[in-house]
C-alpha cells in the first residue's frame, strides 16, 4: 500500500488518508462526519449538522480579505463501494488499501473513494492552510449523493451564507463544468410464482464477468458491455433453443454505476447438456466480437449447480420479457451542447430470488422533458407485465449560465497559473449543483476538479500531479474572489 499522505501536497493527500481509512458507504457516513466535526472543532472552526446529517464547516477571512464574497467549498462524504469478486473487502469496515501506479493512485479491486474524497480532502486543506489568503469560507459535506443525492435534496434554506460555491466533484482537469444532468430513478417490483424442478432437469449456474464498468452518467456513451442485459440475451436465447428456466438471477450492485457482473442459476433438460455447453461458448465469443476494444475482457460460463425449484413459466415469461425489452444507455445526445449525452437509462441492478424481483432504472437527461419521457417509458413497459413501479430521489438538472462571474474568475486565474484556455463543459453525470441552486438561486457556481478515471468501479484511480494542480488553482481563486457588491 502506498501512505497516501507522503503525496504532495501533503496539506490535501493527508486528509484523503483519513477518508481510505474510515469506510464511508453511502447513508453510513456518521463515523467519518462524526471525525471530521471533531477535527474542525479542535481547529477552532464552526460547525453545524443539519437533520439530514450535512456537516458544515465555518472559518473566518484571513486579515484584509473580510471585505470578499463569501465562498462554499462543497463535496459529499459517501462513495460508491464496488469490488472485483474473490475480492475480500468489506466496505463497513474495511479501509482502502490504494497503490501509486505511473503517477495514478489506484484501488486495483475495488472503488477507491476519489469520487468525491479527494474534493472533501482540497475543502478540508483549504481550512487548514494557514498561509491561505481568503474571504467568509465554509466547506459543506453532504451526505448520501451516490444512493440518490439525500443530502443535497435535504439540505435547508439559509443555512449557508456564501454567495459563491465551488463543487470540486467532476473528473477532468482543465475544464470547468457549468451544468449536469437531473434524473430520477425507476424501482420495479414483482413476485412470482416457484414450483418444483421440472422432470428430467439438471441444474447449472451462468455467469457473466470481466466487464469494465463504470459510472452510469460519464461512461454511458462508450458503449461498454452491461452484465444484466448481457445475462437476460443469454437467458432468452437458453429458454426458447434448449427449454431453459430460471431459478435465480443476480446483476449489478449500485444504481449509478454500469454492471460489470452477473449471474444465474438455470435448469434444462439433460439432453440438452451439450447444446447448452455449446450456446454458451459461442456466446463469449460473440460478445468478444461485439465488445471488441471496448469490454474485450468480458466471460461468459456455465457450470453445474443445484436447483430445487424454477420460476413458475407464466410469471418467468412476464417477468423476464419485461426485463429483457427494458432499455439501457443513451437514448439521445444532446442539440445543444455538442459530444454531450442528453438523456440515458442505466439498467443498473436486478434481483430475481424467493419469489420477489427487484430492479432499479436511472434515467438522466440534462432536459426534465427528456427524464419524464424515459421515465414514463419505462414505467409503462413495466406496467404492462403487472409490476408495481415507484419513482424515487428525482433531481434537477443544472441550468448552465454561461455570464457566470465566478466562471470568469477561474477562467482568468487557469490562464495566468497554467497559461492557455480552460474547457468549459456540461456533465452528464449528476452533480449536487442542481438541487443547492434550487434553495440557493443567488449563488453563482462552478464545478472542476483532477483527472480521475474509473469512478464507481474497481481500479478507479486519480491522477496525483492533476490534485497538486487543482490544489494550485483552488487556492489562487480563493485569493482573487472580489469585494461584495
Same mark, same amino acid.
Given at each position: ?110 472503488? @477507491?473513494? *476519489? !469520487?468525491? +474524497?479527494?474534493? =472533501? #480532502? ?9 498561509? &491561505? $489568503? ?18 443535497a435534496l435535504g439540505l435547508e434554506s439559509g443555512w449557508l451564507q456564501g454567495e459563491l460555491l465551488i463543487n470540486i466533484d467532476t473528473e477532468e482537469w482543465g475544464d470547468f463544468y457549468l451544468g449536469c444532468a437531473g434524473g ?53 436465447? @437458453?429458454? *426458447? !433453443?434448449? +427449454?431453459?428456466? =430460471? #431459478? ?9 454505476? &454500469? $454492471? ?123 406496467? &404492462? $407485465? ?100
Amino acid at each position: 500500500m502506498t501512505r497516501i499522505a507522503d503525496l504532495a501536497p501533503q496539506a490535501v493527500w493527508s486528509h484523503f488518508q483519513t477518508l481510505c481509512e474510515i469506510p464511508r458507504p453511502s447513508k453510513h457516513e456518521g463515523a467519518l462526519r462524526d471525525y471530521l466535526k471533531g477535527w474542525a472543532e479542535l481547529k477552532g472552526f464552526e460547525t453545524s449538522v443539519d437533520a439530514t446529517g450535512n456537516l458544515l464547516i465555518r472559518k473566518g477571512a484571513t486579515s484584509g480579505m473580510e471585505g470578499r464574497k463569501g465562498v462554499v467549498l462543497q463535496g459529499h462524504l459517501d462513495m460508491v463501494c464496488q469490488a472485483n469478486a474473490g475480492t475480500a473487502h468489506d466496505f463497513f469496515k474495511d479501509p482502502v488499501r490504494p497503490v501509486l501506479k505511473d503517477g495514478w493512485l489506484v484501488a486495483e479491486d475495488t472503488t @477507491l473513494g *476519489a !469520487d468525491n +474524497g479527494i474534493g =472533501v #480532502a482540497l475543502g478540508l486543506a483549504a481550512l487548514e492552510a494557514d498561509n &491561505l $489568503a481568503h474571504g467568509p469560507l465554509e466547506v459543506l459535506l453532504t451526505v448520501d449523493e451516490e444512493a440518490g443525492m439525500g443530502g443535497a435534496l435535504g439540505l435547508e434554506s439559509g443555512w449557508l451564507q456564501g454567495e459563491l460555491l465551488i463543487n470540486i466533484d467532476t473528473e477532468e482537469w482543465g475544464d470547468f463544468y457549468l451544468g449536469c444532468a437531473g434524473g430520477v430513478d425507476v424501482n420495479v417490483r414483482t413476485g412470482y410464482a416457484r414450483e418444483a424442478l421440472p422432470a428430467g432437469h439438471v441444474g447449472a449456474s451462468l455467469a457473466v464477468r470481466g466487464l469494465k464498468g463504470g459510472h452510469s452518467g460519464c461512461d454511458i456513451h462508450l458503449e461498454r458491455g452491461n452484465a444484466n442485459k448481457l445475462m437476460l440475451r443469454l437467458i432468452r436465447e @437458453l429458454q *426458447a !433453443d434448449c +427449454g431453459a428456466r =430460471v #431459478a435465480y438471477f443476480r446483476g449489478g450492485t449500485a444504481r449509478n454505476a &454500469l $454492471a460489470r457482473e452477473a449471474e444465474a442459476r438455470i435448469s434444462y433438460p439433460a439432453a440438452m447438456h451439450a447444446a447448452v455447453e455449446g450456446r454458451v461458448a459461442a456466446y463469449q465469443a460473440l460478445l468478444r466480437d461485439e465488445l471488441a476494444g471496448v469490454d474485450d475482457g468480458v466471460t461468459v460460463s456455465v457450470a453445474p449447480a443445484e436447483v430445487i425449484d424454477v420460476m413458475a413459466q407464466a410469471d418467468e415469461k412476464r417477468v423476464f420479457a419485461a426485463l429483457h425489452a427494458a432499455p439501457h444507455g443513451v437514448k439521445r445526445m444532446s442539440r445543444k451542447v455538442e459530444g454531450v449525452v442528453e438523456t440515458s437509462n442505466n439498467l443498473g441492478v436486478i434481483v430475481v430470488e424467493d419469489g420477489a424481483v427487484f430492479a432499479n432504472l436511472m434515467v438522466r437527461s440534462l432536459l426534465e422533458s427528456g427524464t419524464r419521457m424515459l421515465a414514463d417509458e419505462i414505467v409503462d413497459l413495466f406496467t &404492462l $407485465a403487472a409490476y408495481d413501479i415507484e419513482r424515487e430521489g428525482e433531481y434537477p438538472g443544472w441550468a448552465p449560465n454561461p455570464g457566470s462571474a465566478l466562471l470568469d474568475l477561474f477562467q482568468r486565474v487557469y490562464a495566468r497559473e497554467f497559461g492557455g484556455e480552460a474547457g468549459v463543459k456540461v456533465i452528464h453525470a449528476g452533480l449536487e449543483c442542481g438541487l443547492i441552486g434550487a434553495r440557493y438561486p443567488h449563488m453563482d457556481m462552478v464545478s472542476f476538479g483532477p483527472d480521475i478515471r474509473g469512478a464507481h468501479a474497481p481500479g478507479e484511480r486519480v491522477n496525483v500531479e492533476s490534485v497538486a494542480h487543482v490544489w494550485r488553482l483552488l487556492q489562487a481563486v480563493l485569493a482573487d474572489v472580489p469585494a461584495r457588491g
